[in-house]
């Protein structure tokens, strides 16, 4: 009898030890934090961009030579594949995707990420109202890298969140004229935007794995997208198409949301 309940101690004492075991591997693996990075990658309808030589062609026949692509990417939200999400810290939440930057334009390095599976990525263009209602001195050091990446009319202006510029000719320009193409806060209508995208595969945050989630944006839908912009209705002699404003401005916004797509996934 003696031995019986002996077995049955050190039976239930093991259950126990494991249980708690268990537990603190599980406790140990939701306390893990990894990094995440994501790549920004830039074409026009189909092809990789290739600044101040490539011959992109518009939907109205238009051609274009792009030289500065510039916007703010922001406030970015991871989900999970049980559905919870884990929102970026809002003062480190601000960069800057430039394609003329070799160096560092392209990847944005996310830290301190939770470790998890995760299925969707959530990024604003622009800087939203709340970030701009603390007032200049609550940008940090954004203001003054936006202000490096002629990303900034002035603070009263307000930031620029995309600028695409270069130049263009058409069956009624026959000349190369300059185009800018500038979206940002324009009197109340901030005219900032969210793009949510799902991950082709899990993006596998460890301790000892950082994902690069490649994002593509195709440039030619900022004319070309669900509202069809004409550079040459807006040319002006001497000046060329300057966008910066009016009601053209909401159309290209909600062109910009829709030109992104996660291309792929790498879990290195």
Known sequence: MKKILYKVVIVALSAFITSC?????????TAETGKIALKFDNSFNGNDLILDTQTNTTANNEKLRVNVVR????????????????????AKSYFIADENDTATGY?????????????KVKFGIGVDKE?????AAG???F????????????WSAGYK????????????????ASFMIHTGQIGGAYNY???TLDLPIKALVRSNITPAVHIVADLSKILDGENTIKLSDYNEVEMGAMIMGGEALPKITTNISKMFRIDHVHND
């Open 161 to 176: 969140y995309l600028a695409f510029e270069g130049t263009f000719t058409s069956a009624s320009v026959t000349s190369p």
């Open 193 to 195: 935007t969210e793009v």
């Open 71 to 90: 916007y703010i990417v922001s406030n970015i939200v991871l989900t999970k594949s049980d559905g919870t999400t884990f929102i970026y810290p809002k």
């Open 143 to 154: 203001l003054a890298k936006a202000q490096a990446k002629d990303l900034l009319w002035s």
């Open 139 to 141: 940008q940090g050091d």
């Open 21 to 29: 075991s268990s537990d603190q591997e599980q406790d140990n693996t």
């Open 131 to 135: 970030q701009w209602q603390l007032g």
């Open 107 to 119: 990847q944005f390095d996310l830290t301190d990420i939770p470790s998890g599976d995760y299925t």
